[in-house]
Antibody, heavy 119, light 111 residues
Framework: QVRLQESGPGLVEPSQTLSLTCTVS??????????WSWVRQHPGKGLEWIGY???????HYNPSLRSRLSMSVDTSENQFSLKLNSVTAADTAVYYC???????????WGQGTLVTVSS | QSALTQPPSASGSPGQSVTISCTGT?????????VSWYQQHPDKAPKLIIY???KRPSGVPDRFSGSKSGNTASLTVSGLQAEDEADYYC???????????FGGGTKLTVL
């Protein structure tokens, strides 16, 4: 059973960088065949795809976030990470990491972590 | 504003069927058979219930079914049960520029 767990600060100051890590257990991130993704949900709102990364480091980002976004993968730790810079209150959301089955089907999800942008 | 359009709410009585629509464009739903549906209970992570338009992951009851016609995908929940009350989201592959787009979600109420 694949499990994903997000970790990182729950509070980030405006204009700073939001950094989150997703640790995968129950399966190797290096096996291939899957993208690994971040999805966020603003309070009381719908889901927004942030981007995804392959174990090789290939990335695909949401065009609306691309200029502020960076994703990386650490196969030795079975983790992948998200960095979103120049954050504002509009980036306050629950951030989920998820595995992508093929292209847009997210079959395993982390429990989510609330990140609040505030001074 | 979400890329895919869903009705904000839907409802039905126990045992009835309800269908939720998800309307996109020829750039996403209309061009690819990569539409998925998710169920999200309050304060929980979304759960994949339909992928590739009409496939069910292991463990998802066959009361959940998906279909697509043109630019609109649909999720049908048959034999409604109390535990089906949740938010439902669709998403679609949208090509090599936008990749993934979500709908705004539909709150399903079991009366």
């Amino acid at each position: 059973q694949v499990r994903l767990q997000e970790s990182g600060p729950g509070l980030v100051e405006p204009s700073q960088t939001l950094s989150l890590t997703c640790t995968v257990s129950g399966g190797s991130i290096s096996i291939g065949g899957y993208f690994w993704s971040w999805v966020r949900q603003h309070p009381g709102k719908g889901l927004e795809w942030i981007g995804y990364i392959y174990y090789s480091g290939t990335t695909h980002y949401n065009p609306s976030l691309r200029s502020r976004l960076s994703m990386s993968v650490d196969t030795s730790e079975n983790q992948f990470s998200l960095k979103l810079n120049s954050v504002t209150a509009a980036d306050t959301a629950v951030y989920y990491c998820a595995r992508v089955l093929s292209t847009a089907d997210f079959d395993y999800w982390g429990q989510g972590t609330l990140v609040t942008v505030s001074s | 504003q979400s890329a895919l359009t869903q009705p904000p709410s839907a409802s039905g009585s126990p045992g009835q069927s309800v269908t939720i629509s998800c309307t996109g464009t020829s750039n996403d739903v209309g061009s690819y058979n990569y539409v998925s549906w998710y169920q999200q209970h309050p304060d929980k992570a979304p759960k994949l219930i339909i992928y590739e338009v009409n496939k069910r992951p292991s463990g998802v009851p066959d009361r959940f079914s998906g279909s697509k016609s043109g630019n609109t995908a649909s999720l049908t929940v048959s034999g409604l049960q109390a535990e089906d009350e949740a938010d439902y989201y669709c998403n679609s592959y949208a090509g090599s520029n936008n990749f993934v787009v979500f709908g705004g979600g539909t709150k399903l109420t079991v009366l």
